[in-house]
């Protein structure tokens, strides 16, 4: 997998490289389907241009045809086909903004929009693995933030750059053309200019990338404290978070603050000396004026293509900041979009056996350790097998491997040797949406989205029916509390589900899990957030839910295991014990030992 930016508990530390403007071929992928509202907004773009360029000729003609008629009559004509010709020339130039502007704006919003959507959709493919190292929070910064300073480029600074460049090259030539020994002099001096300007460009790319970094520290740490808030109110931490965040955004004020103080030094300097070297050549005008050498329109051109140069080049010095600020967004958005998960589909798929009763289950020789713990195995020589329809239970201490041996199933991680096998076709030879789609889960912590009860519901089956859902929550025993909700069930639950407790969300978890109907049930703690009454009702439920299907049950609370098929007891990623439950505690191993203190045996 590719690395990706480090999360905010160590970005800060981590020394930043500079942001280069070659990042932005990053785009090119983006940009290519629109190839032809490209080439119309440069179109647009190079006639709004030329239409400013022709101005000053315009205003010449003016000057010096436009009063030498010595009849007033004439002069009177001839000023008015000038200035019908200056209305023209304003006209025209008025047509070929508007375009570019509706052009260039379009393409922004449409870049920055496939962008952000490529960016979610490539992190939603990402294994456990990658969130191992990246903060969710540094992942939003992205892609908003990022997101937007592309957008302003995209949209609005790399047209207004473009423009400027080619009307700063134009009157740059029409001056050099018009007033050639002049204007090598002014250009020998501008020479001058390239040396200071690149050292700061390169100064203002490295702020520009550590500007960036440093605002996604602040959204790391709040995506994470605000995911928290009831441990961190029950702590009293309120002051203590306050702190730490206020740290983050001083730090990232800071770093902008730097940005923007070398930005403008750079700009100041650009226009103070471009201004200079101009003025040098329009101070050599005027002589030439005085001394008969050239007409007053003539100089009045030049006055006009000088303002036009000028006005460019600032322009472009406000736009090249802009440039490296997108050039340094882009580089973060294209580490995400290089970032590859080591869970991989075979390129020769083979389709998932169907059954009837549920999955067979097989595991063989599994040895696994987590990318971020290589040296502590999960999981070693760990080999089981559940016949179609069987509950098997898997039970022992924190930290045995339980909840593993879920996360291998699913293909969250692949293990480093062994086999898994559903229906007998190795996992790792099956399309992920067809492995994951015959696996039904009941997590521990049941997730609740911001939408209705029974959109949370259909969640396990988008095509299911209200009278589906309804059936499903029946049989979870959630129908009785949802219809009590004020709106029943199209209730809005809130975030993360804070309108219902901690039991309420769990019936509707499994509601989702039996509405989905898979041949395969994986159940973790599912009723670990239940009481007594309510964890009776339940059970009951997911009994009926485990017929005519194969369940893995995880469950520290011994009671709610008795009567799996088969109890496999764990420790220490190994299995040390199987059999019923009457078995085990007859056997006097780690299972009494576990029921003893539950049961008090």
Same mark, same amino acid.
């Given at each position: 997998?590719?690395?990706?930016?480090?999360?905010?508990?160590?970005?800060?530390?981590?020394?930043?490289?500079?942001?280069?403007?070659?990042?932005?071929?990053?785009?090119?992928?983006?940009?290519?389907?629109?190839?032809?509202?490209?080439?119309?907004?440069?179109?647009?773009?190079?006639?709004?241009?030329?239409?400013?360029?022709?101005?000053?000729?315009?205003?010449?003609?003016?000057?010096?045809?436009?009063?030498?008629?010595?009849?007033?009559?004439?002069?009177?004509? /001839?000023?008015?086909?000038?200035?019908?010709?200056? $209305?023209?020339?304003?006209?025209?130039?008025?047509?070929?903004?508007?375009?570019?502007?509706?052009?260039?704006?379009?393409?922004?919003?449409?870049?920055?929009?496939?962008?952000?959507?490529?960016?979610?959709?490539?992190?939603?493919?990402?294994?456990?693995?990658? $969130?191992?190292?990246?903060?969710?929070?540094?992942?939003?910064?992205?892609?908003?933030?990022?997101? #937007?300073?592309?957008?302003?480029?995209?949209?609005?600074?790399?047209?207004?750059?473009?423009?400027?460049?080619?009307?700063?090259?134009?009157?740059?030539?029409?001056?050099?053309?018009?007033?050639?020994?002049?204007?090598?002099?002014?250009?020998?001096?501008?020479?001058?200019?390239?040396?200071?300007?690149?050292?700061?460009?390169?100064?203002?790319?490295?702020?520009?990338?550590?500007? %960036?970094?440093?605002?996604?520290?602040?959204?790391?740490?709040?995506?994470?404290?605000?995911?928290?808030?009831?441990?961190? %109110?029950?702590?009293?931490?309120?002051?203590?978070?306050?702190?730490? $965040?206020?740290?983050?955004?001083?730090?990232?004020?800071?770093?902008?603050?730097?940005?923007?103080?070398?930005?403008?030094?750079?700009?100041? $300097?650009?226009?103070?000396?471009?201004?200079?070297?101009?003025?040098?050549?329009?101070?050599?005008?005027?002589?030439?004026?005085?001394?008969?050498?050239?007409?007053?329109?003539?100089?009045?051109?030049?006055?006009?293509?000088?303002?036009?140069?000028?006005?460019?080049?600032?322009?472009?010095?406000?736009?090249?900041?802009?440039?490296?600020?997108?050039?340094?967004?882009?580089?973060?958005?294209?580490?995400?979009?290089?970032?590859?998960?080591?869970? #991989?589909?075979?390129?020769?798929?083979?389709?998932?056996?169907?059954?009837?009763?549920?999955?067979?289950?097989?595991?063989?020789?599994?040895?696994?350790?987590?990318?971020?713990?290589?040296?502590?195995?999960?999981?070693?020589?760990?080999?089981?097998?559940?016949?179609?329809? +069987?509950?098997?239970?898997?039970?022992?201490?924190?930290?045995?491997?339980?909840?593993?041996?879920?996360?291998?199933?699913?293909?969250?991680?692949?293990?480093?040797?062994?086999?898994?096998?559903?229906?007998?076709?190795? #996992?790792? %030879?099956?399309?992920?949406?067809?492995?994951?789609?015959?696996?039904?889960?009941?997590?521990?912590?049941?997730?609740?989205?911001?939408?209705?009860?029974?959109?949370?519901?259909?969640?396990?089956?988008?095509?299911?029916?209200?009278? +589906?859902?309804?059936?499903?929550?029946?049989?979870?025993?959630?129908?009785?509390?949802?219809?009590?909700?004020?709106?029943?069930?199209?209730?809005?639950?809130? +975030?993360?589900?804070?309108?219902?407790?901690?039991?309420?969300?769990?019936?509707?978890?499994? /509601?989702?899990?039996?509405?989905?109907?898979?041949?395969?049930?994986?159940?973790?703690?599912?009723?670990?957030?239940?009481?007594?009454?309510?964890?009776?009702?339940?059970?009951?439920?997911?009994?009926?839910?485990?017929?005519?299907?194969?369940?893995?049950?995880?469950?520290?609370?011994?009671?709610?295991?008795?009567?799996?098929?088969?109890?496999?007891?764990?420790?220490?990623?190994?299995?040390?014990?199987?059999?019923?439950?009457?078995?085990?505690?007859?056997?006097?191993?780690?299972?009494?030992?576990?029921? /003893?203190?539950?049961?008090?045996?």
């Amino acid at each position: 997998m590719a690395t990706v930016a480090p999360s905010s508990s160590t970005s800060s530390t981590t020394k930043t490289p500079p942001a280069n403007p070659r990042a932005l071929s990053g785009l090119a992928p983006f940009l290519h389907p629109y190839r032809i509202r490209i080439a119309l907004a440069v179109l647009f773009l190079l006639m709004a241009a030329l239409t400013t360029l022709a101005f000053p000729l315009a205003l010449r003609g003016l000057i010096d045809q436009g009063f030498i008629k010595a009849d007033p009559g004439e002069r009177v004509m /001839a000023l008015r086909d000038h200035f019908l010709a200056l $209305f023209g020339v304003g006209a025209a130039l008025g047509v070929f903004s508007a375009a570019r502007f509706y052009s260039v704006t379009w393409l922004g919003e449409r870049v920055t929009a496939d962008l952000r959507t490529a960016v979610y959709g490539h992190v939603l493919k990402q294994s456990p693995e990658f $969130f191992e190292t990246t903060q969710t929070g540094e992942v939003l910064s992205r892609i908003t933030t990022d997101t #937007t300073v592309v957008q302003t480029v995209v949209g609005s600074s790399l047209s207004m750059g473009l423009r400027n460049l080619v009307m700063g090259i134009g009157a740059c030539v029409m001056l050099v053309v018009t007033n050639p020994v002049v204007m090598g002099q002014v250009m020998g001096i501008l020479v001058l200019v390239v040396a200071p300007a690149l050292f700061f460009g390169r100064r203002v790319r490295k702020l520009s990338r550590a500007s %960036q970094d440093r605002v996604a520290d602040t959204s790391a740490i709040a995506a994470e404290v605000l995911n928290a808030v009831p441990v961190v %109110q029950s702590y009293t931490q309120e002051a203590a978070e306050d702190a730490r $965040f206020r740290r983050a955004s001083e730090s990232a004020f800071d770093t902008a603050r730097k940005r923007t103080r070398v930005r403008s030094l750079l700009v100041a $300097f650009i226009i103070t000396a471009t201004f200079g070297a101009l003025l040098w050549g329009l101070y050599q005008g005027t002589q030439a004026v005085l001394a008969g050498k050239i007409s007053a329109g003539h100089l009045g051109q030049t006055v006009v293509y000088v303002t036009l140069l000028v006005s460019s080049v600032a322009v472009l010095a406000e736009v090249y900041g802009d440039v490296l600020r997108a050039a340094g967004a882009t580089e973060r958005l294209v580490e995400l979009l290089n970032a590859r998960s080591p869970v #991989t589909e075979s390129a020769t798929p083979v389709s998932l056996p169907s059954s009837s009763g549920g999955s067979g289950l097989s595991l063989q020789d599994i040895r696994f350790n987590y990318p971020s713990r290589p040296t502590q195995a999960a999981l070693s020589d760990f080999s089981l097998d559940v016949k179609p329809g +069987e509950t098997v239970a898997l039970v022992g201490p924190s930290g045995a491997g339980k909840s593993t041996v879920f996360q291998l199933l699913l293909r969250f991680y692949d293990p480093q040797s062994g086999v898994i096998r559903l229906n007998g076709a190795p #996992t790792n %030879q099956l399309r992920l949406h067809d492995l994951r789609h015959a696996i039904g889960l009941v997590p521990q912590d049941s997730v609740i989205f911001s939408t209705s009860a029974m959109e949370n519901i259909r969640y396990g089956r988008p095509d299911a029916t209200d009278a +589906e859902v309804m059936e499903a929550a029946k049989a979870a025993f959630a129908d009785d509390f949802i219809q009590r909700l004020p709106e029943g069930y199209d209730t809005f639950l809130g +975030e993360r589900g804070v309108r219902l407790s901690g039991g309420q969300r769990q019936r509707v978890s499994i /509601a989702r899990a039996i509405l989905k109907n898979p041949p395969l049930l994986l159940l973790d703690e599912a009723t670990s957030a239940l009481d007594a009454e309510s964890e009776r009702v339940v059970q009951a439920a997911l009994e009926a839910a485990m017929q005519h299907r194969t369940t893995l049950v995880i469950a520290h609370r011994l009671a709610t295991v008795q009567r799996a098929d088969r109890i496999v007891v764990m420790e220490h990623g190994r299995i040390v014990e199987q059999g019923t439950h009457a078995e085990l505690v007859a056997r006097g191993g780690l299972y009494a030992k576990l029921a /003893a203190m539950q049961f008090d045996l």
